[in-house]
């Protein structure tokens, strides 16, 4: 788990109810190394866990379709490219190409109803992009 970096304020992800018990995910994208990269948060047996949607074995997003990470029996998170299973609370890898290797897991917090994610130094919200007169964005750094 990143250190968490005091100097970054939590980020809203969602309502509490926007996760259900195994239920799909609610996917965002964040900011690693300057590099745009997916992240998913779900709720598995009451907790709230999220993680980047960089599988262990190659990293590429795992997902079917988008926030749909569980397995068929909804026991564990698999990647849809080679099979990779992960123990959804701690996101090791339990079968697969990758047996041991872990996602990278994000730090989250329930409070007062609402989901949040703590950024790290490595892990960080994405750049705003800004509107421009001509109602064009600028792209971010
Ligand atoms: S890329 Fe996920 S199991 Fe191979």
Not at 58 to 68: A, C, H, I, Y
Not at 84 to 104: F, I
Not at 128 to 140: F, H, I, K, M, Q
Request: aromatic share 8%; net charge negative; glycine share 8%.
């Amino acid at each position: 788990m990143p250190a968490i970096d005091p100097a970054i304020e939590p980020v809203l992800l969602c309502a509490s109810d926007a996760l259900i018990e195994r239920g799909d995910a609610v996917v965002f994208e964040v900011q690693q190394w300057r590099r745009k990269v997916g992240a998913f948060v779900m709720r598995f047996e009451g907790r709230v866990v999220a993680y980047l949607n960089q599988c262990a074995h190659v990293p590429t997003e795992m997902d079917w379709q988008e926030g749909k990470f569980l397995d068929r029996d909804r026991e564990a998170i698999i990647c849809s490219i080679h099979g990779a299973t992960y123990d959804p609370l701690n996101g090791r890898c339990v079968g697969g190409p990758c047996v041991g290797a872990r996602l990278t897991a994000l730090r989250v917090e329930e409070r007062d109803a609402q989901v949040y994610w703590y950024p790290s130094s490595d892990i960080k919200p994405m750049p705003v992009a800004l509107p421009r007169d001509d109602g064009t964005e600028e792209s971010p750094p």
